[in-house]
């Protein structure tokens, strides 16, 4: 998150460095901050704004900037992820949750009634799984021994990674990591200085040099002054520096999470050989986790911020039954030693869910099962799911479609009045439609099946934790187990409003699946008809790609290669 204001007072102090010279040391990579670069260059390679770059899209970029880096003989030694957050960023992190709500909301005022324009001007906000979505590419590719999920901030063991590295050099987009404690030979990069096609440049900092041309033995003081007071001059921030009492109690707490101690080498040493942070986490799941863990009695879950429709009610209400049985598997407090079912035990009553309600991003108590509760809730769930999946084997679905209709299933229960088929289908194959309703029901979606997600790793918690357990609970959870470990990835399962169409749908089957489903819900299917101007359009629309279609294909074969020539049979 760094220090604000940090980064620009320093700039005139970053140097080029050669690519020749980088050759042979070992990469460090901020794997947040990667992701958010790849966003990026995502969007970069589009050109212009007519549509947006997909979660897949978005990850072969990161992927192909991790391989042109090796290209230059820069080995990737690690590319670290956040475990958890501490709480000190705690206002700074719901800061920029209604920052990012004041983005929608303002999109929202610009474009009133319904039509809404794909929304590149929200950039990030609309990836508000980008990190997980990442790491999960990254898990299937060639970097997977390099990727690690670690205990708090991946920026703060940026640091460790660097000092147990040869030839170190960190890339990251937080200029926190300026400030601690390196060897002579180590750079820093931040991903706006790199630049790997067509020619690589880099531009970076030694902050051991950098401190030295200050006079200073580190940075540390130097950040102090500025978190101080932001406005001071260069030369009064510098003299500010010199002059820091390092025995004050507010320097001391400053600088500690910077300085290397015995403790935090140790820790390190320990994590690297006995690694605790389970590999396969959100990050959100992994602090509700680090929470139960401990002695907080209500235990703080930041739902990821959706881009969805602010007048209308919170798509996060999609999926509260399934977060709910989620949660409750660890109501549990840890400082218990009875038996699972013991009514002795001291068990948490609620989780709280940040989440936008209105205009605003507030708490959201989530009132949790009890003890006697969690068994029925647990065996109904698994029944569901499991009648979900028998269904969708009986009629052959196809696999990128399963998940998708289960939450589409899910969804229409919950809503007052159900859409068209056709307006499903579009949702449903990315076909956005340029309307609030659209980028609306996509964000109903998206919780529905992220809700899916935080259970699928909420029953591989609780199975790790009673692998010997053999009452009822353990019987349902196999089931759920065994139906949820099947869910595609993120880049998979989440499709974002402007992205190209999802291409190979058998349109015919998902509209006969879609009737069944609303037949079997009782839900009335509502009218296809459309206005006569309306159906012009549409058939004007549809005359005119086709007529594009096949221009491309008169003019495919006016350039064919001449290769081809050489390939055809003679007359």
């Given at each position: 998150m760094g220090i604000a204001g940090l980064a620009r007072r320093l700039e005139p102090y970053r140097a080029r460095i050669e690519a020749a010279d980088l050759a042979g040391y070992r990469a460090i990579v901020d794997g947040p901050s990667l992701a958010y670069h790849a966003e990026k260059l995502a969007y970069a390679s589009l050109g212009n704004h007519s549509r947006s770059p997909s979660y897949v899209d978005i990850n072969r970029k990161a992927l192909s900037w991790l391989k042109a880096l090796e290209g230059l003989n820069i080995k990737v030694a690690a590319i670290l992820f956040d475990g958890s957050l501490p709480a000190t960023k705690v206002d700074e992190r719901l800061s920029r949750l209604n920052h990012s709500n004041s983005r929608v909301r303002l999109l929202r005022i610009q474009y009133p009634n319904a039509a809404c324009p794909i929304p590149t001007p929200l950039r990030s906000i609309s990836y508000p799984f980008l990190a997980p979505s990442l790491r999960e590419a990254l898990a299937d590719s060639e970097y997977a021994s390099a990727t690690h999920m670690?205990?708090?901030?991946?920026?703060?063991?940026?640091?460790?990674?660097?000092?147990?590295?040869p030839r170190p050099v960190i890339f990251s987009s937080d200029s926190d990591l300026l400030l601690y404690d390196y060897s002579a030979e180590c750079r820093i990069v931040m991903f706006d200085n790199v630049e790997l096609w067509p020619e690589p440049q880099f531009n970076g900092f030694s902050p051991v040099q950098t401190a030295r041309s200050f006079g200073l033995t580190s940075l540390i003081p130097f950040a102090y002054c500025l978190s101080l007071d932001k406005h001071l001059t260069f030369s009064a921030l510098l003299e500010g520096a010199k002059d820091v009492d390092p025995d004050s109690s507010d320097y001391r707490e400053f600088s500690s999470r910077y300085e290397r101690t015995?403790?935090?080498?140790?820790?390190?040493?320990?994590?690297?050989?006995?690694?605790?942070?389970?590999?396969?986490?959100d990050v959100r799941i992994s602090e509700f986790f680090d929470q139960v863990n401990g002695n907080i009695t209500k235990p703080v879950v930041y739902l990821p911020l959706l881009v969805e429709d602010p007048n209308a009610a919170s798509a996060w209400n999609m999926g509260n039954d399934i977060r709910l049985l989620a949660y409750s598997l660890f109501t549990k407090m840890p400082t218990s030693s009875f038996s699972f079912f013991s009514p002795n035990e001291k068990h948490r009553p609620t989780v709280e869910e940040y989440r936008r309600k209105a205009q605003g991003v507030p708490t959201h108590q989530v009132q949790l099962y009890k003890p006697d509760e969690l068994v029925p809730a647990a065996r109904d769930m698994a029944d569901n799911i499991s009648t979900w999946m028998q269904w969708m084997m009986d009629r052959q679905v196809p696999r990128d479609l399963i998940w998708p209709l289960i939450a589409a299933n899910l969804v229409l229960l919950d809503l007052p009045k159900a859409p068209k088929i056709s307006f499903l289908i579009s949702v449903l194959t990315a076909d956005f439609n340029n309307s609030w309703d659209f980028v609306h029901?996509?964000?109903?979606?998206?919780?529905?099946l992220y809700s899916l997600r935080i259970l699928q790793q909420c029953v591989c918690m609780w199975l790790a934790e009673h692998q010997y357990s053999s009452a009822e609970p353990r019987q349902h959870m196999d089931t759920l187990y065994r139906i949820l470990a099947d869910m595609p990835g993120?880049?998979?399962?989440i499709l974002v409003p402007g992205q190209d169409k999802k291409s190979g749908v058998d349109l015919v089957l998902l509209r006969d699946l879609l009737e069944e489903i609303y037949t079997a819900a009782e839900m009335e299917i509502p009218s296809e008809k459309v206005s006569k101007n309306k159906a012009k359009k549409v058939l004007r629309e549809a005359e005119r790609k086709e007529r594009q279609k096949r221009e491309k294909e008169a003019e495919g074969e006016r350039s064919f290669n001449v290769f081809d020539l050489l390939n055809r049979a003679p007359s």
């Open positions: 670690v205990p708090g901030e991946a920026d703060d063991w940026c640091a460790p990674y660097a000092d147990d590295a015995e403790t935090s080498d140790a820790y390190f040493e320990h994590f690297r050989s006995h690694p605790t942070t389970p590999q396969y986490l029901l996509t964000a109903r979606l998206h919780a529905t993120i880049a998979e399962l």
